[in-house]
């Protein structure tokens, strides 16, 4: 099984912090990485596929980078409805999703 | 709008069983493969089984295979998730999601339903 690690498990940012989470997986999964965002009682929400690709309607300030074993996910300039859980998935070999990150105000 | 909601949980005992259902509008339903995905209170999200577009291959976590069964009704747009011998440990948020068609993500999710397994 391909295990995924995220990092932090949380953090504390002001709005207007540039924002960056890690994702790192047991071996590597090519490009094959997905980054989600949670907030309670929502449906979860596809911001980046494809480690680097932009869902269709996510803001630009989302962006994602990495292939093989390290990615990351980065809000240029986080804002007060971006307090929320996000969760990278490997979906080379099944789906697995790392832990989470949650993101709280400073 | 396109659009997923999960119905069917509850409190259900140890060794019992609950039917999750998923009704899907807004797209074309029986064109997209679908997963259910769980988080148990406090966790991640984990991946819990995915069924094809016409319901003839599905697959399952090692965690639920034989216990759950996932079927879905494309003349309904309806996605089920069948458990059986439920344990505490199966207590979660379920979600249905779409895959997207093109490449491994889910794209759309509904708002989850909560399973608890307690006496």
């Known amino acids: 099984d391909i295990q995924m690690t995220q990092s932090p498990s949380s953090l504390s940012a002001s709005v207007g912090d540039r924002v960056t989470i890690t994702c790192r997986a047991s071996q590597s999964i090519s490009s094959y990485l997905n980054w989600y965002q949670l907030k309670p009682g929502k449906a979860p929400k596809l911001l980046i596929y494809a480690a680097s690709s932009l869902q269709s309607g996510v803001p630009s300030r989302f962006s994602g980078s990495g292939s093989g074993t390290d990615f990351t996910l980065t809000i240029s300039s986080l804002q007060p409805e971006d307090f929320a859980t996000y969760y990278c998935q490997q979906t080379y070999i099944s789906w697995t999703f790392g832990q989470g990150t949650k993101v709280e105000i400073k | 709008e396109v659009q997923l909601v999960e119905s069917g949980g509850g409190l259900v005992q140890p060794g019992g069983s609950l039917r999750l259902s998923c009704a899907a509008s807004?797209?074309?339903?029986?064109?997209?493969?679908m997963h259910w995905v769980r988080q148990a209170p406090g966790k991640g999200l984990v991946w819990v089984s995915r069924?094809?577009?016409?319901?003839?291959?599905?697959s399952y976590a090692d965690s639920v295979k034989g216990r759950f069964t996932t079927s879905r009704d494309n003349a309904k747009n309806t996605l089920y998730l069948q458990m059986n011998s439920l344990r505490a440990g199966d207590t979660a948020v379920y979600y249905c999601a779409r895959a997207v068609p093109t490449y491994p993500a889910f794209d759309i999710w509904g708002q989850g339903t909560m399973v608890t397994v307690s006496s």
């Open positions: 069924i094809n577009s016409d319901g003839s291959d599905t």
């Open positions: 807004g797209f074309t339903f029986s064109r997209y493969w």
